[in-house]
T-cell receptor
Framework: DAEITQSPRHKITETGRQVTLACHQT?????MFWYRQDLGHGLRLIHY???????NKGEVSDGYSVSRSNTEDLPLTLESAASSQTSVYFC????????????FGNGTRLTVT | GENVEQHPSTLSVQEGDSAVIKCTYS??????FPWYKQELGKRPQLIID?????GEKKDQRIAVTLNKTAKHFSLHITETQPEDSAVYFC??????????FGAGTRLTVKP
């Protein structure tokens, strides 16, 4: 069955370190998204991609970057981790045709100390 | 970009009662409105969605209504059960571009 996989599931890092969260989907979806989830804020969009070599900023993109070198993967990089980036991160993908559901990964819980 | 507001933030009902969650959106171009359910420690899962060419959609005990003129849409759960307890999120987007979510509603169904 097709799926979307995030790794690691849990990560603890120190302030100032670079961190990369992986996202891999086997749906063959064009659209991929990264969200962060914090209490009281729901899911906030960080970056998204409509296809290979395409990336776009979301509403909370500062301090994050993504790259899309193939259809399956959209890694999220925190260039210099800050305590404010402690959160649960969800990757998602969708067909992207005329409105279609997002398929979410299991999430990565990141703690920045 | 799109802005989605969701109310209430918490909702407690007795088993068997109905629950209603409301959302408003700001971008009149939005045409796709999904609802997600998230259980504790799990990923959000789609429960129902509606597109802008439809005013209402029903799936067993769950229904969604859309008012394009007023830019609001609602989730209705009838005959609630304890397993309906979760956090529910609404979302809005134009053709899946840049999908934005509401802040969530924590629904508790008391046995």
């Amino acid at each position: 069955d097709a799926e979307i996989t995030q790794s690691p599931r849990h990560k603890i890092t120190e302030t100032g370190r670079q961190v990369t969260l992986a996202c891999h989907q086997t749906w063959n979806h064009n659209n991929m998204f990264w969200y962060r989830q914090d209490l009281g804020h729901g899911l906030r969009l960080i970056h998204y991609s409509y296809g290979v070599q395409d990336t776009n900023k979301g509403e909370v993109s500062d301090g994050y970057s993504v790259s899309r070198s193939n259809t399956e993967d959209l890694p999220l990089t925190l260039e210099s981790a800050a305590s404010s980036q402690t959160s649960v991160y969800f990757c998602a993908s969708s067909e992207g045709i005329g409105g279609s559901p997002l398929h979410f990964g299991n999430g990565t819980r990141l703690t920045v100390t | 970009g799109e802005n989605v507001e969701q109310h209430p933030s918490t909702l407690s009902v007795q088993e068997g009662d109905s629950a209603v969650i409301k959302c408003t959106y700001s971008d009149s171009a939005s045409n796709y409105f999904p609802w997600y359910k998230q259980e504790l420690g799990k990923r959000p899962q789609l429960i129902i969605d509606i597109r802008s060419n439809v005013g209402e959609k029903k799936d067993q005990r769950i229904a969604v209504t859309l008012n394009k003129t007023a830019k609001h849409f609602s989730l209705h759960i009838t005959e609630t059960q304890p397993e309906d307890s979760a956090v529910y999120f609404c979302a809005a987007s134009y053709n899946n571009n840049d999908m934005r979510f509401g802040a969530g509603t924590r629904l508790t169904v008391k046995p």
